[in-house]
């Protein structure tokens, strides 16, 4: 808008007085236009220009945007002559309060940039203006400010006043691409604006301007910066709903870009502070680690155990060469997770963990999975049962195969998902609120913890003589493992209930079951093992699943909503909000182990209590996931009158942490 303006300030002329109207004084403001030029040169068609409004100390007038409340500066150019239009640019607002609402606008002074057209090049012109302003200190009065400039023939530039208004067209916010911002997800909904910028530089004390229509109104906003300063995360509360275009105006000390918004359908997570990559990693691994002895992961690892007793014989590079492909198993199924993460993040699908399990056909497949290996445990069948994908899975690790070793590490990992334990949470949020890199880093270190057991027998293969010698109550350990597995299997059906319905659950447990029998009899296991898996995957993909019922939860709870939460809160009630699903173990374990317990069972029963399934996909409930900064579950919330944002519980929870956030949202 201003490439002319530039163009003008570069020329050389003698100095001159510029151009200017009296000064039009109000109550407590005076107003003047302002030009570079002191008149309208030979074949000019454009006049830079300003509108200059000081205040007395104290006062504030509006911007374009004017916040809570206000009015954005009205301008009538009627009388004006020559003139085919006038641009008025708003200098980047300053946030301030009046009557303890957020405002948007100028304090002591501001001069608008003017670029005027004049309808005949090189003519005398007028500009006549009324500013109708509204300035507020203690209290708010309008005022109209009258102004005439003529402008005759003539030329030259007063390079002080073309210092002056260069000076304010600096503050004009620029462009994302010029301002080197780029805005990467937006979220709006009735609750609040939520979004995350990236900029080339780190941002400062940026803060946060947004325009929704004329009747939007925005709280003040949380900002969190991460990556070192070069990530802005920000949460604004609606206060009233607006329409039309959204736009957010980032201003960041001198800096300062007006960004076109297109909200997405999930907010984007907060993210992660305080904590490098590396320490990240750190965390990851550790979570990893404590997945080993989580109750999603111990039956597969009753595989493992079984292998590791008939290897006790074996040579030591033959133990080293099976530990390590199961590690491998391990690494190769993180490695596929990222990659299909960062697929559908590219995708703008929303990603969490755990939430394959929400997939029928995927319950379906690892049903049929357990059941095989179920199978194998108890000598069904020794050799392979299918090909292809089902290669790793087809060598089994009584012979001594490498597949089977790989597919055990792999099926493994694949069990551990739907598990939260301590750091878990942390390492999935910082890799999901970062780019690839990071995202393929995070989850390989996580499956080099969970993978970390087989590796210290890779490394010392002599730790696999510490075991029994292989005996006859072998035989009894396999027996005892197989019924785990199976308990897993009948465990997951009931997911699948829950998730899809009874028909398809026991369609799928059905065909299950006939393959454990034909199994059982020892004759063609190739064929009965793909055949079995096959039929299974077919139901699971033509059997339509059963429609949506109304929300229901366990008895002494609650349905949770976000106006619920906001409703009992008002009331100056205590919420507990937990997240929960069917196929969430560690949720099982913190409800059996904590929740329905002595004092916290106590407790809950005086409170609000409100749980919020998400066996089923949902997208409510995971914006209200990504809204607190997580992608999994179990998530657990507080609110009350001392904790209006709600208290945050760790994964794994105990009597103490449940007690004591509940006293604490009571204050």
């Known amino acids: 808008m201003f490439a002319r303006l530039v163009a003008l300030f570069s020329i050389l002329a003698a100095p001159l007085w510029a151009a200017e109207s009296p000064v039009s004084a109000g109550a407590v403001s005076r107003g003047q236009i ?34 809570e409340v206000g009015l954005p500066p009205e301008l009538s150019w009627d009388g004006s002559e020559n003139i085919a239009s006038v641009t008025l640019s708003y200098p980047a607002p300053t946030r301030f309060e009046a009557f303890e609402i957020q405002n948007f606008g100028y304090g002591q002074e501001v001069l608008f940039p003017l670029t005027v057209m004049l309808t005949e090049a090189g ?25 005439t400039l003529d402008l005759p023939r003539g030329g030259g530039i007063d390079m002080a006043a073309a210092d002056r208004l260069s000076t304010w067209i600096a503050q004009v916010p620029k462009t994302g691409e010029e301002a080197g911002i780029t805005l990467e ?28 229509g004329d009747y939007a109104a925005f709280g003040l906003p949380e900002i969190v910066l991460a990556d070192g300063g070069q990530t802005l995360w920000a949460r604004l509360p609606v206060l009233s709903p607006g329409d039309g275009a959204l736009d957010l105006t980032l201003v960041d000390g001198d800096r300062a870009a007006t960004l076109r918004a297109d909200p997405g359908a999930a907010p984007p997570a907060r993210p992660t502070t305080g904590t490098g990559l590396w320490g990240i990693l750190l965390v990851a691994m ?6 080993n002895v989580m109750p999603c992961v111990l ?6 155990l079984t292998s590791a007793l008939a290897m006790a014989d074996q040579s030591r590079a033959r133990v080293r060469a099976g530990f390590l492909a199961s590690v491998a198993g391990v690494l190769a199924f993180f490695a596929v997770l990222s990659g299909l993460v960062i697929a559908l993040r590219a995708a703008g699908v929303a990603v969490g963990w755990g939430i394959q399990f929400q997939n029928p056909v995927f319950l379906a497949l690892m049903i049929g999975l357990i059941v095989l290996f179920a199978a194998n445990m108890l000598g069904f069948f020794a050799v392979g049962i299918g090909s292809g994908a089902m290669t790793g899975m087809a060598r089994t690790e009584s012979r001594g195969g490498l597949g089977g070793d790989f597919a055990t590490g792999a099926f493994a990992a694949v069990m551990a998902t739907p598990c939260s334990a301590p750091f878990i949470g942390t390492a999935v949020t910082y890799a999901l609120t970062h780019g690839p890199t990071e995202v393929l880093a995070v989850f390989l270190a996580m499956g080099l913890g969970l993978s970390a057991p087989y590796l210290a027998v890779a490394v010392w293969p002599g730790l696999i003589r510490l075991l029994p010698r292989p005996g006859r109550w072998m035989k009894t350990v ?19 209930a829950a998730s899809a319905g009874w028909p398809l659950a026991l369609a799928v447990s059905g065909l299950a079951a006939a393959m454990f029998a034909a199994l059982a009899l020892r004759r063609w296991p190739v064929l009965v093992g793909s055949v079995g898996l096959a039929a299974v995957l077919a139901v699971a993909m033509v059997v339509p699943t059963a429609p949506v019922a109304v929300a229901s939860v366990a008895t002494g709870w609650d349905v949770w909503s976000e106006d619920r939460v906001r409703d009992e809160v008002a009331a100056g009630q205590v919420v507990f909000v937990d997240v929960t699903a069917d196929w969430c173990l560690t949720c099982k374990a913190n409800k059996r182990l904590v929740l329905d317990q002595g004092a916290v069972a106590e407790a809950l029963s005086q409170v609000t209590a409100l749980q919020a399934d998400w066996t089923r996909p949902s997208d409510t409930i995971t914006e209200y996931l990504r809204a607190n900064g997580r992608f999994g579950i179990p998530f657990n919330q507080v609110f009350g009158p001392g904790a209006p944002d709600g208290i945050v519980l760790p994964e794994l929870l105990t009597e103490a942490v449940v007690l004591e956030a509940l006293a604490r949202a009571a204050d």
């Open 478 to 496: 396999q027996a005892g493992l197989a019924c785990l597995l199976l308990l897993t299997a009948v465990w997951l059906v009931s997911v699948l």
């Open 185 to 212: 997800q937006v979220h709006l909904d009735d609750a609040a604006l939520t979004f995350l910028a990236r900029s080339e530089v780190s941002f400062g004390g940026v803060d946060v301007f947004p325009e929704h």
């Open 123 to 147: 003519k005398p012109a007028r500009l006549s203006l009324d500013a109708n302003i509204l300035v507020c200190a203690d209290v708010c009065i309008p005022e109209t400010l009258s102004m």
């Open 34 to 67: 302002i030009s570079v030029e002191d008149g309208v040169g030979p074949g000019g068609r454009t006049v830079s220009a300003g509108l200059a409004i000081a205040l007395d100390d104290g006062w504030k007038t509006y911007w374009r945007s004017p916040g």
């Open 299 to 304: 039956p597969v690892l009753s595989i493992k």
């Open 286 to 291: 550790l979570g990893g680690l404590i997945l």
